[in-house]
Structure formats: C-alpha cells, structure tokens
C-alpha cells in the first residue's frame, strides 16, 4: 500500500491543499489515516477517492452532493462523465488514475474513446502530450514510483507502434524522400522519435527509425550506404563532454549531402550556429507544417 502526504495529494490531483483540508473538514470527503505518532497520512484508497471527486467537481457536481455518495457511486458517476464529457482535463486525470491503479483496461477505455472520436493525431497531441509533461513533472516531484511510470510508459509506446503498424510502407523506389529518425545516445525516452516515425509515414514520407542510443560513428556508416534525404534527431538532453555546438557540426558532416533536422531544448538554451545543410524546427507543430509541406511537394 502507498503512503500519501498532503502535498503528495495535491501533486496529483490538482487540488490545492487548503481546499483538501476543507473538504475533510466541512464534508468529511477523506479521512486521513494516522501513524503511532499521530502523523496523517493518505492511501491509495483516498487518491483514487479524490481523483474522482476532482473530475466530478470540476465539471459541475457539488462536493455537498458528492459528500453524501459511496466512493463507489461516486467513481461510477465520475467515469460515466469521462467517457461522455472527453474534456482534455478529465481525460488527463482519467490517465494519471489509471497509471496509479496500474489499470490497462481504464487506460484503455479513455485512450480508444479519444481516438474514435478525434482520431490518432488529436489524441497524442491533445490527450497523451500534456499527460507526459505532467508525469514529467511528477517524476521531478518523486510523487509517482517508477513502476507505474514505466507501466504507462509501455502502454503508450504500444500503442504509437500499433498505430505505425496500420500504415502502409513506402517503398524505396517510390521517388518519395527517405527521412533516417535516431536518438543520440543521451536520449532516455523514445516515444517522441516513435511519434515522429508515425507523422512521416502518415504522409508517405519513407520514414526510418534508427533506434535509440546511436553513435555519431553509426550515423556517418549507415549514411553512407543509404544516403538519406534527410535525418532528423531531438536534443534534449546536453551532450556529456561536448558543447552542443560540436556535436551538431559533427552529426551534419555524418550525413554527406542530407539535411539534418533538429529540434529539442539544448537547440533553444544557448545559441548554435548551424551548419549550411541544418534546420531547427520549433517542436513538434513546426514539425508537423515542414513534413505537411515535404509531403505537398512530392504529390
């Protein structure tokens, strides 16, 4: 059983600490359990409870009302508005409970209901990338374990490969232009470079993921077998033992007669003079408008 303090409560739910205080208070919404020593501490159980309480309040529902609902009539009433209502706040919440719980079948729920209704784009850019950059900061705050991180993590990543999956091919003959995708070796998290691949394939772009952790030795001998039209990588972590400087003006002379695209926060956090055959791109909609218009140029 996980141990919550009041803060850890306020960390992942959103609710301010003061009001949480007034709701246990005035309405009796939790009760905090108490150590030997007379020290308050919350559960899972309590979490969960006030997840759900949030979604409900924060779309209408009195806590009053609430106060006189079961947990379990409450966490009924709480879901039957998620899946209706789909409002981005509700949905995230809806993630970071299922991501606790470790409960594949309510992510599920809340993941297929946003694809079905605004398809697999909307859904990554609206629903999952503002529920990573609050696990990221959850993460930063130690309020979530590492489990259950990774468990959401592999959920996700399942689901950006499957959607790939239902993509045709573009074949090397097609005349369309060959975009290599890697991740330098200081990259953690692959799921920016899986969504990336999915964007290029989703324009007949041929799009090839090279992997995570690779060498700028590997990039320069596979592009000389291969000759992309142009490789794109993300820096957002620095480089040990190297100025970003360096390691752009190394990775640009890797490509022979490709273009090298980046984007990432080491680019924006100091000034990089780029080689002649580099571009930044600012995140993931410059993104998006450069591969629309690639994509516009070879129909």
């Not at 979604?55 to 609902?69: D, P, Q």
């Not at 949905?91 to 946003?114: G, H, K, P, R, W």
Request: proline share 5%; with cysteine; hydrophobic share 40%.
């Amino acid at each position: 059983m996980a141990i919550y303090s009041i803060r850890d409560l306020e960390k992942l739910t959103g609710i301010k600490a003061h009001t949480i205080r007034m709701w246990e208070q005035r309405y009796g919404i939790v009760e905090p359990a108490r150590t030997p020593t007379n020290i308050r501490y919350y559960t899972d159980d309590h979490l969960r409870h006030l997840f759900n309480v949030a979604i409900l309040n924060r779309n209408g529902v009195k806590i009053s009302k609430l106060a006189k609902k079961s947990p379990d009539e409450v966490a009924d009433m709480s879901a039957e508005l998620t899946q209706a209502r789909g409002d981005n706040n509700s949905q995230i919440e809806a993630l970071t409970l299922a991501m606790i719980d470790l409960d594949e079948s309510a992510f599920e729920v809340v993941y297929s209901t946003y694809v079905k209704e605004r398809g697999f784009e909307q859904a990554m850019m609206e629903l999952i990338y503002p529920f990573l950059d609050k696990l990221q900061l959850l993460w930063f705050t130690s309020t979530v374990n590492p489990v259950q991180e990774k468990f959401i993590i592999h959920l996700i990543r399942n689901k950006i490969i499957s959607a790939i999956d239902q993509l045709p091919t573009v074949s090397a003959k097609s005349g369309r232009p060959t975009v290599f995708i890697y991740a330098a070796e200081t990259e953690p998290q692959e799921l920016p470079f899986l969504y990336l691949q999915y964007l290029i394939r989703a324009r007949r772009i041929r799009g090839i993921y090279l992997g995570n952790s690779v060498s700028l030795s590997e990039l320069r001998e596979i592009c000389q077998k291969v000759h992309p039209d142009y490789v794109y990588t993300i820096l957002q972590e620095p480089i040990p033992r190297q100025t970003i400087q360096g390691y752009v003006d190394q990775a640009s002379q890797c490509i022979g007669d490709g273009r090298l695209l980046l984007t990432g926060a080491q680019l924006f956090i100091s000034p990089v003079n780029l080689p002649p055959a580099a571009r930044v791109l600012n995140g993931l909609p410059d993104t998006i408008q450069f591969l629309d218009e690639l994509n516009m140029g070879f129909r």
